[in-house]
């Protein structure tokens, strides 16, 4: 009686352990996908919105029928992470190449997803959606990461540290959506999402060819030059990462180095296109071209492209951007066919 019963319990923990085995949530598996609200009317965004976007690019972001915006919730390292997926409507029989887009900001600040509040003053996610579908139109598939931190965690963002996997992960998610070409995968990186494209550069994801506008290539350089920001002690967004990055007063440089792709621009092994503006007052000029001088040193591939005069996202070069990033990222996909 007593084996049988030991048997019935050894039985019983294991399709107890083989139930778990199935329901356990692996990195990228989509949990949720909704559709976004649309975007808030062209008159009702304020003079920044208005200036940042012409109307006519607005408008058709806004009213187009062609593209689903959804807003996910996907997997990775056992947290539920949201971010924001642009696919065709109609995706056909046909694989569509997909770009990774590394969102700026820290915290809810560049927040990508629709938090229910007007799109004026810091919260610009419908300027930043507007601006990806503009590139999703030209033929990809578009994903992007919030981050994981959300709630209890919204300013302990280690800008750089453990949310990579975030980015990593997102390779699964697009794995397991039929309708991607996993051989023609790209990266786009604006501000410190230049920063997570080089770092994810950095740890072997498998792109194809990345472009970065405005990025942070020397974190330490770039927080010393924007110290009304105050990264280190912390603002209204973020704790700082004098209380937030481990054992700071002794491995500060450590971890300022870790995040700065202009000191191992050796581990940069995909094409990368560089845009910046001269007259950028968020991330300086110097950020781009040190990054250029440093890929020189090493011999790789590359392009540089300063535009003259622009803001921080190069709003006003808007067509001419995409057509380059669009060309750049073609250009990688058919020497790789």
Not at 135 to 141: E, L, Q, R
Not at 210 to 215: E, K, N, S
Not at 250 to 260: G, I, N, T, V
């Amino acid at each position: 009686m007593r084996k049988i019963v030991l048997c019935g319990l050894v039985s019983l923990i294991s399709c107890l352990a083989h139930a778990s085995a199935q329901t356990q949530e692996h990195d990228g598996q989509i949990l949720s996908a909704k559709a976004r609200s649309p975007l808030p009317a062209y008159d009702s965004l304020d003079e920044f919105g208005r200036a940042y976007f012409p109307r006519n690019a607005y408008e058709e972001a806004r009213t187009q029928t062609q593209f689903d915006i959804l807003e996910i919730t996907y997997a990775s390292d056992g947290l539920h992470v949201p971010g924001l997926l642009i696919r065709p409507k109609a995706t056909g029989t046909r694989k569509w190449p997909a770009i990774i887009f590394n969102r700026g900001g820290n915290g809810e600040l560049g927040s990508i997803r629709d938090n229910g509040q007007p799109c004026v003053g810091m919260n610009t996610s419908c300027l930043d959606v507007a601006d990806l579908y503009l590139i999703a139109k030209a033929g990809f598939v578009v994903i992007a990461s919030d981050y994981r931190y959300q709630g209890a965690t919204l300013k302990r963002d280690e800008w750089g540290g453990i949310e990579v996997d975030d980015v990593l992960n997102l390779v699964p998610a697009l794995k397991s959506l039929g309708y991607v070409d996993l051989d023609r995968l790209y990266m786009l990186g604006l501000s410190r999402g230049g920063t997570m494209t080089y770092l994810a550069i950095k740890r072997g994801i498998p792109i194809k060819a990345a472009a970065v506008i405005g990025g942070v290539t020397d974190v330490k350089a770039w927080v010393d030059s924007r110290p009304d920001m105050d990264l280190v002690s912390g603002n209204p967004f973020i704790d700082g990462f004098r209380n937030i990055w481990p054992d700071f007063e002794h491995r500060a440089e450590e971890e300022y180095r870790a995040r700065s792709a202009v000191y191992w621009a050796d581990r940069i092994n995909v094409p990368v296109l560089i845009l910046h503006s001269r007259t950028d007052s968020m991330v300086p000029v110097t950020q781009a071209l040190r990054m250029a001088e440093a890929l020189q040193g090493m011999n790789k591939v590359f392009s540089l492209h300063i535009y003259e005069r622009d803001g921080h996202p190069l709003p006003q070069n808007r067509e001419g951007r995409n057509r380059m990033i669009v060309d750049w990222f073609n250009k990688a996909g058919q020497s790789a066919q």
